[in-house]
């Protein structure tokens, strides 16, 4: 996975293209997902949990009842990088597959 970090200049735009997600401290992004049912979100925390150790990258996770919020950043970095965008697609792609 390509931990490369996100240049400075292209981090805001870069962000922008994702669905939903905002930079927030300037180093992480964060995205929260609402679900019709409690175990719904939970189904969701797990998939995303199988494969964030598949790929020993671990997002910080909320669970607040039917709300899952994911926040994501590269502390080898020390910001963002390739491998947080494409973890960010990854998980709305979990999230559409368990809500449509």
């Known amino acids: 996975m390509d931990e490369t970090r996100i240049p400075e200049e292209e981090k805001e735009q870069r962000v922008a293209e994702l669905d939903g ?3 927030e401290d300037d180093k992480f992004i964060v995205k929260r997902y609402r679900f019709k049912e409690f175990l ?3 189904q969701f925390v797990n998939h ?3 494969y964030a150790e598949d790929i020993q990258h ?3 996770i909320s669970i607040d009842y039917k709300m899952v919020t994911m926040k994501l950043t590269s502390w080898n970095a020390k910001g963002l ?3 947080d965008l494409t973890c960010a697609d990854k998980y709305d792609a979990l ?3 368990l809500t449509e």
């Open 40 to 42: 719904t979100g939970i």
């Open 58 to 60: 671990h997002p910080f």
């Open 81 to 83: 990088t390739e491998l």
């Open 21 to 23: 997600w905002k930079l």
């Open 48 to 50: 995303v949990a199988e």
């Open 95 to 97: 999230y559409k597959s």
